[in-house]
């Protein structure tokens, strides 16, 4: 079985610094790895997945993430945050070929102060 | 916009009054979820269908039921509300591309029980 650990529950960050969200994960087969963020009382968003090729991804608003697999991480990062990034970020995992259900982490609820 | 539907986004029932929350999609996803949420959590599966095969999580209650009369609607009956069923409910669609199954989420049911 396959696990999600994010390691901060909360992140609170100036207005226009750069933010990482850190996620490492475990499983004893291939992965794919997914990053969604959810608005205040809305679903849950994609922002980026990794699914193959090349380890830098880059997703929406700005968001990258970076998939290493010899330290298990798919770290999130902005270079710069804007208001509107606060929200609560989840990590996500699902084994390669043939799982249709995804693994989430416990989420990181990232604050931006003005 | 191809989406994921779901009505009504506010529901309050009374304790042990039955209550169903619909999810529709025309997205064409093989592949629909229930996830429960409650605050400052991760989504909790309840179960899912593949095509018509349902597929039930091992924890969750048998208050909870659900049904997918065709491809783009989804219900979610719960028999007899708890105090502890008030929660977000989100829907979700996938299907397989490039192996991985990517989750589109609705914007979710807020439920609450009196």
């Known amino acids: 079985a396959q696990s999600v650990t994010q390691l901060d529950s909360q992140v609170p960050v100036f207005e226009e610094a750069p933010v990482e969200l850190r996620c490492n994960y475990s499983?004893?087969?291939?992965?794919?790895l997914f990053w969604y963020v959810q608005y205040p009382n809305q679903g849950l968003q994609l922002l980026l997945k990794?699914?193959?090729?090349?380890?830098l991804v880059k997703g929406i608003n700005g968001f990258e993430a970076e998939f290493n697999k010899s330290q298990t991480s798919f770290h999130l990062r902005k270079p710069s945050v804007h208001i509107s990034d606060t929200a609560e970020y989840f990590c996500a995992v699902s084994v390669f070929f043939g799982n249709e259900k995804l693994t989430f982490g416990t989420g990181t609820r990232l604050t931006i102060i003005p | 916009d191809a989406m994921v539907i779901q009505n009504p986004r506010y529901q309050v029932t009374q304790f042990g009054k039955p209550v169903t929350l619909s999810c529709s999609q025309t997205l064409n996803h093989n592949v629909m979820y229930w996830y429960q949420q409650k605050s400052s959590q991760a989504p909790k599966l309840l179960f899912h269908y593949y095509d018509k095969d349902f597929n039930n999580e091992a924890d969750t209650p048998d208050n909870f039921q659900s049904r997918r009369p065709n491809t783009s609607f989804c219900f979610l009956d719960i028999r007899s509300p708890g105090l502890g069923d008030a929660a977000m409910y989100l829907c979700?669609?996938?299907?397989?591309?490039?192996?991985?199954?990517?989750?589109?989420f609705g914007p979710g049911t807020r439920l609450t029980v009196t």
């Open positions: 979700a669609t996938s299907r397989e591309a490039q192996g991985a199954y990517e989750q589109y």
């Open positions: 990794y699914l193959s090729g090349s380890t």
């Open positions: 499983s004893s087969v291939s992965v794919y």
